[in-house]
């Protein structure tokens, strides 16, 4: 190296730096190797720095990430005329990217890297595409496609494929039958180009056996789909065949047939391949939960392993998944120690950064409720609540169409969560909530609905006496569902808009009355004023100033936690004092107290209510 590039007194000499290079290149050693591919560049012999790099690789796949020097990609670009060679080039650094996950990098470095070597892969492919070459035409084209660039890709796909390159037309087979990259959706002519393919590159066979599987461009046929699995996996070695088996066996309904041992073993198979990112992130959950009959215990540290390995694989899933693993708790204790903890947190930041709308969606939750500190054998990591960064991830999240995260901006907007109150963005997002949780051209309120969205968007409905019998359609699908926690409330609301007949219902007072003083009876607070009302007035009961006095008293002697009182709560409350009040100074059933009935009105004023304020200031 000294004589590679000098050293203080030490001029450079390229021919020792060769020999010595060359003597330790003899002993094995993949940096001498990866050095002598570099003076070999460096002298115009593009080959042999091919060859002596690819040697490099063979010997020791991180030979990159040691101190070695970068190969010079810009100069190499303007100065080859060979196609072939940039896209060997093309290869090997790929080859450096997948090295990247079995070293100990950190998060920030590992993207990074991967996109450093990414970006330099695809800009050799791009000009070996440029000069004419076809398979730089269609490893370009792999590239766009992973990163889910699909018109971008099809479009490289379809200049390979018009080449007559195979693989490119097994490809845009399969954008034809999927819809993808812009391309019209034809399921039937896809699978016909892909029976054409079949009689020429085997790797048609895995994306066959996807039409049988699932029924594209063709009827579903299980056991073709698993014949062509096991075919592709015996020709090629497939590792997406071999993953493609492991979830046919995962949902296999056959009795007979042990079918988690069965996907098992092909997600294992699969690994071994390659390390198949799906493979590991779908035999994660075998070492979370097990396998029935003891067949396989759970280990957790194992399932983080692979949902680890998938994860630095750009698999998003992956990392939400390892973020709510690492995170996890047991009781009062955590699963895992505090920086394995922070490295949860850390892959559902970077799965939110790359547009996972699961990670953002926790994320926001993790931050609107916080993490409290432990002091057990695993302290539990804190984190400390923050509403702010709670809205942004749930904007986020919700943007991408996530209904939770919705829902949970309808709430910040409608108590006013570290944003102004506004009714009208809070009924816009419980819309949007329910929207993404039905059908298109189905109503608000159809059954199928998601009811703790159609239930918040009630409640705002119910406030604007226009809205309101929309209102009323979505609280008796809500009821519909029977939601434990909010049936006496539903009830109770219900009973109300049949008593008065809000939003046009029919008015029914005897039965909803009826209804009121059950739940009253049942001691469900809300109900105590409403029944007050109905004896009060005479509303669907024979008018009994006794029971009014009665529930009044009832509701205002009521331990209340103020903390969980709604603003509908505090009203109700406010009115209860106001005509306990008019009954002490008028003398209605009991004696005139005016001194009771000053006291009253003054609480009745400190809780709001204008009549009492309206009284006092006489």
Not at 77 to 91: F, M, N, P, Q, R
Request: net charge negative; glycine share 6%; hydrophobic share 40%.
């Amino acid at each position: 190296m000294t004589f590679w590039r000098g050293h203080e007194i030490i001029p450079i000499n390229l021919g020792m730096a060769v020999i010595w290079f060359t003597r330790s290149a003899r002993q094995g050693y993949a940096p001498s190797h990866w050095a002598l591919g570099q003076i070999a560049l460096e002298n115009g012999d593009l080959h042999i720095a091919i060859a002596w790099w690819e040697t490099a690789m063979q010997l020791n796949p991180n030979v990159t990430h040691k101190k070695t020097d970068p190969i010079n990609v810009d100069h190499l670009l303007t100065t080859t005329g060979d196609s072939e060679a940039l896209v060997i080039l093309g290869k090997i650094i790929q080859n450096q990217q997948k090295s990247v996950l079995t070293t100990d990098t950190s998060f920030d470095q590992l993207s990074r890297a991967q996109q450093e070597s990414r970006g330099i892969a695809l800009r050799c492919f791009g000009q070996a595409a440029l000069m004419g070459n076809v398979e730089g035409m269609y490893l370009t084209a792999q590239a766009w496609h992973k990163d889910k660039d699909y018109p971008v890709a099809l479009e490289h796909y379809e200049k390979a494929a018009s080449k007559g390159h195979v693989p490119s037309r097994i490809m845009c087979a399969t954008y034809q039958i999927y819809g993808l990259g812009g391309k019209q959706v034809n399921p039937e002519a896809g699978y016909k180009e892909l029976l054409e393919c079949a009689d020429y590159d085997v790797e048609a066979y895995v994306h066959l056996a996807r039409c049988y599987e699932r029924g594209l461009g063709t009827a579903i046929d299980t056991q073709k789909a698993v014949d062509l699995y096991r075919l592709s996996v015996d020709k090629t070695d497939s590792s997406e065949s071999m993953f493609r088996l492991g979830q046919l066996y995962a949902h296999i309904m056959d009795e007979s047939i042990n079918g988690e041992m069965e996907a098992f073993y092909w997600y294992k198979r699969a690994i071994s391949k390659d390390d198949h990112p799906r493979a590991n992130f779908r035999i994660a959950f075998y070492y979370v939960q097990g396998i029935k009959n003891d067949l396989l215990s759970p280990d957790l540290s194992t399932a983080a392993h692979h949902f680890r390995t998938a994860a630095k694989q750009d698999d998003l899933d992956a990392m939400v998944e390892l973020g709510h693993l690492l995170l996890g708790t047991h009781g009062k204790s955590a699963l895992f120690p505090t920086e394995l903890q922070q490295e949860g947190l850390r892959w559902f930041e970077i799965a939110a950064d790359k547009g996972s709308r699961d990670a953002q969606r926790e994320l926001g939750n993790l931050y609107h409720t916080g993490r409290d500190g432990s002091d057990e054998d695993y302290p539990i990591y804190p984190i400390e609540q923050n509403f702010e960064k709670a809205y942004d991830y749930f904007s986020f999240a919700a943007h991408l169409g996530d209904k939770t995260s919705a829902l949970f901006l309808g709430t910040y907007y409608e108590h006013g969560i570290c944003v102004p109150p506004n009714l009208e963005l809070a009924q816009t997002w419980y819309t949007v909530a329910v929207e993404l949780s039905i059908e298109d051209a189905l109503s608000l309120h159809h059954p199928s609905g998601w009811w703790p969205a159609q239930f918040c968007l009630a409640r705002v409905l119910h406030q604007n006496e226009a809205t309101q019998n929309e209102a009323y359609a979505l609280f008796k699908t809500v009821y519909s569902h029977e939601p434990e926690q909010h049936l006496a409330y539903l009830e109770m609301i219900l009973a109300q808009y049949e008593l008065y007949g809000l939003g046009g219902v029919p008015v029914q007072p005897e039965e909803a009355a009826e209804k009121l003083l059950k739940l009253a009876k049942a001691g469900y607070l809300k109900a105590f004023f409403p029944i007050a009302q109905c004896y009060e007035n005479g509303i669907g009961v024979q008018k009994d100033l006794s029971k009014a006095l009665q529930w009044y008293v009832m509701l205002v002697h009521h331990p209340i936690d103020q903390d969980v009182l709604d603003e509908d709560d505090l009203e109700d409350l406010s009115h209860a004092y106001f005509s306990l009040a008019e009954f002490y100074r008028k003398g209605v059933v009991v004696a005139v107290d005016l001194e009771k009935s000053d006291m009253l009105y003054r609480i009745a004023a400190e809780r709001g209510s204008r009549e009492a304020k309206m009284y006092l200031s006489l």
